[in-house]
């Protein structure tokens, strides 16, 4: 198994990086022997900028790229390249333990100053194990434009052996002048097939679930396999695409409006019932805080702002559900659209609710279908200019209403 097995159809992407860590490698095998490495028509750089469309999987490209930067398989001597995944530098950079690989992403809704500056603080650090430092930042989009200066500092004057790997959906998602100092890989959304045949072989998923949430999530590798492995998850979506035979009136699509919100607000509890209290007590006893008693002096400011942390990640749950749910409405939409067109080849909603994919495409025309997927997209647009969900879901609900 190397690095690159769970990098779903980007054989262009995988290519450009092993050649890139083939002569990484050269360098710290030069570096090592006294030799002046060679940079000249290298491809190997100090900074990269991963991108691609949601579930393309740009943060794995760059996961995978780290293991191969620190692989120290000594079979590779006989003609092998970086990144058996064997070795303990892949594996410990695969799992997340390796000293010299910092993956950072968030769970909030911005990356700040103080987070960015100690991680540039830590890249000056040489690597411990005489490699590569190598800093993943899987969310570069949502760095505020304090922390993109502070990262564009660290980037323009890098420490010796760092390498910063910065993941966005779009080079427009990044400040101009990082992208510029950044080389960048575009990632595309994989094949259907491919994802399927990733969740079976890597997940276990029985042929005909894998092929169907595949298809459902339109490749996006992320939600295939939580749809595939999660029964809550493909019972959250079923509800959704049930929601357009309900929109028959003002009141059904208020009500539609509020489920759906109920549900984007249960998604998130269930994410704060799994997380909260496992790193509220992690921090209770690092801060010496015994079960059943008051913590230590001076800790409160520590437990307070662990506290806000978590109700701004509740928040940022729930926005990434609801914009779920409304990417799921608009499958069924799309799979009408394409009925009303002649053009049906049953994209994304499921056979679930071909039925009433037929009854819309047949008493509908074209227009009407776009200008519903238009007032989803209007609605999402809303949620990302951070107009209250419940206003901006109900105003999209009665676009979508049929009577």
């Not at 206003?391 to 979508?400: D, F, G």
């Amino acid at each position: 198994m190397a690095v690159w097995d769970d990098l779903v159809g980007q054989e262009r992407v995988v290519a450009q990086l092993t050649a890139a860590a083939v002569d990484a490698d050269a360098y710290v095998t030069a570096a090592r022997a006294g030799e002046e490495p060679r940079t000249s028509g290298s491809a190997m750089t100090h900074a990269w900028l991963f991108t691609g469309p949601p579930g393309s999987g740009r943060a794995t490209a760059a996961r995978a790229f780290a293991a191969a930067l620190q692989c120290v398989d000594p079979e590779r001597a006989r003609g092998g390249v970086p990144g058996c995944g064997f070795c303990d530098g892949c594996h410990t950079s695969l799992v997340g333990t390796h000293a010299d690989v910092e993956v950072i992403r968030t769970d909030l809704l911005t990356i700040g100053v103080k987070e960015t500056r100690e991680q540039v603080r830590h890249a000056q650090m040489s690597p411990s194990g005489g490699r590569w430092q190598v800093i993943v930042l899987e969310d570069a989009d949502r760095l505020t434009e304090g922390a993109g200066n502070v990262l564009l500092k660290a980037i323009e004057e890098p420490a010796p052996r760092t390498v910063w790997l910065l993941c966005a959906p779009s080079t427009e998602d990044v400040l101009p002048t990082i992208r510029s100092r950044c080389r960048s890989l575009s990632l595309r959304t994989p094949p259907i097939e491919a994802v399927a045949d990733l969740l079976m072989r890597r997940d276990g998923v029985e042929p005909e679930l894998a092929h169907g949430c595949a298809r459902a999530t339109q490749g996006h590798i992320g939600r295939a396999r939580r749809l595939a492995t999660d029964a809550r998850a493909r019972s959250r979506r079923a509800a959704v695409l049930r929601l357009p035979q309900r929109m028959s009136g003002v009141g059904g699509c208020l009500k539609a409006a509020q489920e759906l919100i109920d549900a984007a607000t249960e998604d998130a509890k269930q994410v704060a019932e799994e997380l909260d209290a496992k790193e509220t007590d992690e921090l209770r006893t690092a801060l010496g805080g015994a079960e059943g008693k008051r913590m230590p002096r001076g800790t409160a400011g520590a437990m307070k702002e662990l506290e806000d942390r978590q109700k701004r990640r509740a928040t940022r749950t729930q926005r990434d559900s609801l914009d779920l749910a409304l990417t799921d409405l608009t499958s069924f939409y799309r799979d009408v659209l394409a009925h009303q067109l002649g053009t049906s080849t049953g994209l994304g909603a499921g056979a679930e609710v071909q039925d009433a994919v037929e009854e819309f495409a047949a008493r509908g025309r074209p227009e009407e279908t776009l200008r519903r997927m238009e007032a989803i997209l209007a609605c999402r647009q809303a949620l990302d200019r951070n107009v209250a969900p419940l206003l901006a879901v109900e105003s999209m609900t009665m676009s979508l209403r049929t009577g």
